[in-house]
């Protein structure tokens, strides 16, 4: 059902991209781009091209989404900016709409050209975020005078005009994050106000950024004309490739643990992919309980590591299942495998959370001891997938045992969400039940 409501969310807003779109075509009809003259004209069509190619520059933040922030700056600073020669009227929100409509669609259709992936979801929670500008700033009025008539008469003042579309730009901003939270949020089966919270702290270095940028150019275009669309756009183009060489390393690092957590499957300590189901159901748990993002990525590795420490035994343990080890065996394996990713120098979180997931529960309710979240949920996720097998052909009898250490050994949340996931997975038919 959450799938489903996903997938209705996701279609809901590419819908109403399209009901915007028709509706400020049929406002911004064929007679106001006619009564537009030669030099807008072309001004548009400059941030045509401008958002078409931002659309394909995109990036990977934090969060996981796609962006094109070149893309939102220009469609921002479009606007914002009084694009219209003095003597003519201004530019209408309509005519604005559709032409960062147009150039999305344009930069879009030319990744599909090229066989690459577009997010229609995050594209349509960025042009409702961008539609938001022209309509507040062209369209509602204040005195009977909109922003942008304010603007023009606040020429002696232009820190108060600069004011005014930094707020402007935030609150489109704000759209934006939000719809892609409440899509998010569908996808991933999360709380609501926990991912949205989540997308605006992960994200909010860049939208600062982009606000900013935007409001730039609309302000100097004010004196530079369109020039200042590429003069304020290349410091963008520079964070685009400095941010891609960032996501580049962290795809490397990723890769890195990847590889190093399958040193147990390689080495027969361990049961084929157990590390990767263990980090696929811990995911899904901490998504499920509301985990900001970087926790998430500290789970995910601490996950994916969890039974390193096993290639310090001199013994394997049978099937590599260490809820079935001794105690002392189990503390010792978390703490060589702690210690093993400590000597790093850069995964301190990662190790903590690794000697500390054999620590039963009973620890935080009768002494009050502080546990990590993530390893609550790795010490549940590991169990599980010991005692249910690689198949999970035995996943009703883990259940049964873990419901047995309930309260003791294992997090009563935790063991919850646990339930949630792997009753979506039934529902689903996914691999493993």
Excluded at 89 to 102: D, K, L, M, N, R
Excluded at 143 to 164: E, I, K, N, P
Excluded at 267 to 294: F, K
Excluded at 355 to 364: C, G, L, N, S
Aim: glycine content about 10%.
């Amino acid at each position: 059902m959450k799938r489903l409501l996903a997938r209705g969310l996701e279609l809901g807003l590419t819908v109403a991209v399209a009901g915007v779109l028709l509706a400020t075509a049929c406002w911004a009809s064929l007679s106001q781009f006619g009564a537009l003259g030669v030099s807008t004209l072309l001004t548009l069509a400059v941030f045509v091209v401008a958002i078409a190619l931002g659309e394909t520059a995109r990036l990977t933040v934090l969060a996981g989404r796609l962006t094109a922030p070149m893309s939102s700056a220009a469609a921002l600073a479009l606007g914002l900016a009084d694009i219209a020669p003095p003597g003519e009227p201004p530019v209408g929100a309509g005519v604005v709409i559709v032409t960062i409509g147009a150039g999305m669609l344009v930069g879009n259709g030319l990744l599909e050209a090229n066989r690459r992936t577009v997010n229609w979801s995050g594209l349509s929670a960025r042009f409702i975020g961008a539609a938001v500008v022209p309509l507040l700033y062209r369209s509602v009025t204040f005195d009977g005078v909109t922003l942008l008539g304010h603007a023009v008469m606040w020429d002696s003042r232009r820190w108060l005009v600069a004011v005014v579309m930094l707020c402007v730009g935030s609150v489109a901003m704000l759209v934006d994050l939000t719809l892609q939270a409440v899509v998010r949020a569908g996808h991933e089966h999360g709380p609501l106000v926990r991912s949205i919270v989540d997308e605006i702290r992960s994200t909010i270095g860049l939208a600062t950024a982009l606000v900013t940028s935007g409001t730039l150019i609309a302000l100097a275009a004010y004196s530079l004309g369109v020039v200042a669309l590429p003069l304020f756009l290349f410091p963008l183009v520079l964070t685009y490739f400095a941010v891609q060489r960032y996501a580049s390393i962290r795809q490397t690092y990723r890769q890195t643990i990847g590889a190093l957590s399958s040193l147990t499957d390689r080495t027969h300590y361990t049961v084929p992919q157990h590390a990767q189901r263990v980090a696929e159901i811990s995911m899904a748990v901490g998504r499920d309980l509301g985990m900001s993002q970087r926790e998430l990525t500290d789970l995910e590795y601490a996950a994916l590591l969890h039974d390193l420490g096993q290639v310090a035994l001199r013994e394997p343990i049978p099937q590599g299942a260490t809820v079935m080890a001794a105690p002392a065996d189990q503390q010792r394996i978390a703490h060589d495998g702690a210690e093993i990713v400590r000597s790093t120098g850069v995964l301190d979180n990662v190790a903590t959370i690794m000697e500390a997931q054999i620590t039963p529960y009973r620890q935080v309710r009768e002494f009050g001891q502080d546990l990590p979240m993530a390893s609550r949920i790795i010490k549940v996720a590991n169990a599980y997938d010991d005692l249910s097998g690689p198949n999970g052909l035995h996943a009703d009898r883990a259940m049964e045992r873990i419901h047995l250490g309930l309260g003791y050994e294992y997090d009563p949340r935790v063991v919850d969400s646990l339930t949630r996931f792997l009753t979506r997975r039934r529902r689903t038919g996914a691999p493993g039940q």
